[in-house]
């Protein structure tokens, strides 16, 4: 944690027209808002994040990510990152539980994987590098909570054979399957422990068939490239994966088995953005169906400094998935935000200047905040009124103001809390003022004013109804 002698840094521009820059980068295709306050896409701002893994559990998605570390010249990833939402849009930063460090064997690279349930466990693929063969190697970590903390299962690799992008899949008998690989495709079938496996290591054929063609004749015939993505609709088994390097596009197959034999069906996404790579994550929620992808769309971003987005979609009347472009729009909320309950500061639809760390009295908060950063919260039901607002921030200097905006950051003021010195980054206190004129369904910015430098943190806050 931060203490009040640390220095405290910015990673990532805040500046509206460097995101105006990025939006700009999308393709044609793509349909980018005119103002940053109407973007939602990518979801999380805070920093880089890569690879999206989504999880349905008990009425909220949670989405496993890597982190791309601030200028990267090279898939540097020491750690990985757990997000959730119960609207879509709001997306509540859970940190860190689970890093290289977490496997004792492991060296470098933590890289594309996937977390499932099962008997009320957690289970987490991940591919490192094996600091005994200097090989890739899929390790796996669980844990009592979908937010982790993850501890390393098995204190060894899983399986290893170079390769990477592990994704797991349960099938409705039972049958648990591990793929993953670059360039080659292979799947294991996993024990009812999910920690072990049954039977060898097999390899699936690669034909044109089944993966489609790659053009210009490379020593890959097929448009297979990594980053596999299976799971199972009504009869129909789909792997949705990255083709084709590079830049890579999305594209699909589907088979009438888990094991194939598997065709060919074309592209989800194609190559847009600013990224060269992408990486699918598929799911159904709340009765709609949503496609989980990265880009370079952040300021600062490209390659090796991505971003997760997520659009809806609508399967065909076939079971085909349609044709999906990059949006800075996002998927619409699926809800809305209660702001009569303690809501971590870290929910974000939308932030600018922020970051987030570990607080002292569990879980994150938010930091870094200077004059004139903001966080966006979409869609907060504030009924017929809302009379005060109460916040638990810390500040190691002589704090600042948390205005209440409604509808943008320079939107209708209808509260202000003054947040003093507590003596240290992590010295925490509450702080309370009235509000008025905050009624029906709005979007809510928290703007943070004062004077020059780091301001305060924020943990949590909470409306009073009138």
């Not at 820059?21 to 979801?43: H, K, M, T, Y």
């Not at 729009?329 to 970051?355: C, D, F, H, K």
Request: aromatic content about 12%.
């Amino acid at each position: 944690m931060t203490t009040a002698t640390t220095p405290r840094r910015r990673r990532l521009p805040a500046l509206a027209i460097a995101f105006a820059l990025a939006a700009a980068a999308l393709s044609p295709a793509a349909e980018p808002s005119p103002s940053p306050v109407q973007a939602d896409n990518p979801i999380v701002q805070t920093i880089y994040t890569a690879d999206p893994a989504p999880l349905v559990h008990n009425g909220r998605v949670y989405l496993y990510t890597g982190h791309d570390e601030d200028g990267s010249t090279w898939f540097t990833m020491k750690e990985w990152r757990v997000w959730s939402s119960d609207d879509m849009v709001n997306w509540t930063d859970h940190g860190s539980p689970l890093s290289i460090d977490t496997f004792s064997w492991a060296r470098q690279d933590a890289w594309a994987g996937q977390a499932v349930e099962r008997n009320g466990k957690f289970y987490w693929y991940v591919p490192v590098v094996n600091d005994a063969t200097g090989r890739m190697a899929i390790g796996v970590a669980v844990a009592d909570s979908p937010t982790g903390p993850f501890r390393d299962t098995i204190g060894r690799p899983l399986v290893e054979n170079g390769e990477i992008d592990p994704t797991v899949f349960i099938d409705t008998d039972g049958q648990a399957y591990l793929y993953w690989g670059n360039p080659n495709l292979w799947y294991v079938r996993l024990n009812a422990d999910m920690t072990s496996y049954s039977g060898g290591v097999t390899a699936i054929p690669l034909t044109t068939a089944g993966f489609g063609a790659r053009p210009g004749g490379t020593s890959r015939p097929t448009l297979y490239e990594e980053g596999p993505w299976v799971y199972k609709r009504g009869s129909l088994y789909y792997n949705v994966f990255a083709a084709q390097c590079c830049s890579e596009f999305i594209a699909y197959s589907t088979a009438p088995s888990p094991t194939g034999p598997w065709t060919y069906r074309g592209t989800v996404m194609p190559t847009q953005g600013s990224s060269f790579t992408n990486h699918a994550g598929v799911i159904d929620f709340k009765g709609s169906s949503y496609f989980f992808y990265h880009n370079g769309a952040l300021p600062g971003g490209g390659g090796f400094t991505r971003s997760v987005a997520v659009e809806k979609f609508t399967y065909n009347a076939d079971g085909t998935i349609p044709l999906i472009n990059m949006t800075s729009t996002g998927a619409p909320q699926a809800g809305t935000l209660n702001p009569y309950v303690r809501q971590e500061a870290e929910t974000i639809a939308w932030a600018s200047g922020v970051e987030t760390e570990r607080a002292s009295e569990g879980g994150m908060n938010v930091g870094w905040i200077e004059n004139g950063d903001w966080i966006k919260v979409k869609g907060a039901a504030f009924g017929s009124g809302a009379g005060s607002f109460t916040a638990r921030v810390a500040s190691a200097t002589s704090g600042g103001r948390i205005e209440l905006r409604l509808g943008g950051a320079n939107g209708t003021l209808v509260g202000t809390c003054t947040v003093g010195g507590t003596g240290g980054w992590q010295t925490w206190t509450n702080v309370s003022c009235p509000v008025s004129g905050a009624s029906g369904t709005q979007d809510l910015y928290l703007k943070f004013t004062g004077g020059s430098g780091y301001l305060f943190n924020a943990d949590w806050w909470r409306f009073t109804a009138a």
